[in-house]
């Protein structure tokens, strides 16, 4: 039973435009959100979070939406560039556990 | 800055055989995870460590056992080793629920 998903294992974009990646949950108890970026044969690094009590947070080109009501967040990158190729992961953390949980990750790939 | 220090890097084991794998944190950090990632799986949980003296069962736990005796450590170990468990495991840490988590290099094990 998967708690948080990404149902895109893959996203081609072309460079400059957006890239959009998405991320649902099931359990209402988490309340915060984190992105990770992942590169091959390196452990993941932190990307951009948000609390639960906010919809928008945004860090240079790197924008997290949360919907609460539909249990949906999404990661905006703009513009792509190259180098953000790279595996994405959503995870949620449990208001009431100490637990971080991982989706299976959207690999993005920015094409010159 | 040492942060996530995981050792070994890679590892071969034979069925039925145990190992520990360690994790050290300089940050003092309370928090601890330990995850593994299977090809096209993302990031399962295993255990999680919310302070020194306390753990807690993650997504994946039967196989592995942890012990958290100081706030820097927090070795995972393999009894009977299982080609089940053939992964790469990271361990992460964090200052607290809410804070972002820094993650190790990974060690990449497999058991044949």
């Known amino acids: 039973d998967q708690q948080v998903k990404q149902n895109s294992p893959s996203l081609s974009v072309q460079e400059g435009r957006i890239s959009i990646l998405n991320c649902d949950y099931t359990n209402s108890m988490f309340d915060y959100f984190l992105w990770y970026k992942k590169y091959p044969a390196e452990g993941p690094t932190f990307l951009i979070s948000i609390s639960s009590i906010k919809d928008k947070n945004e860090d240079g080109r790197f924008t997290v939406f949360l919907n609460k009501s539909a249990k949906h967040l999404s990661l905006h990158i703009v513009p792509s560039q190259p180098g953000d190729s790279a595996v994405y992961f959503c995870?949620?953390?449990?208001?009431?556990?100490?637990?971080?949980?991982f989706g299976k990750g959207t690999k993005l790939s920015v094409k010159p | 800055n040492a942060g996530v220090t995981q050792t070994p890097k890679f590892r071969i084991l034979k069925i039925g055989q145990s190992m520990t794998l360690q994790c050290t944190q300089d940050?003092?950090?309370?928090?601890m995870y330990w995850y593994r990632q299977d090809p096209g799986m993302g990031l399962k949980l295993i255990y999680y460590s919310v302070g020194a003296g306390i753990t807690d069962k993650g997504e994946v736990p039967n196989g592995y056992n942890v012990s958290r005796s100081t706030t820097e450590d927090f070795p995972l170990r393999l009894e009977l080793a299982a080609p089940s468990q053939t992964s790469v495991y990271f361990c992460a840490s964090s200052y607290s629920r809410n804070t972002e988590a820094f993650f190790g290099q990974g060690t990449r094990l497999t058991v044949v």
């Open positions: 940050m003092n950090h309370n928090y």
């Open positions: 995870a949620a953390s449990d208001t009431s556990q100490g637990n971080l949980i």
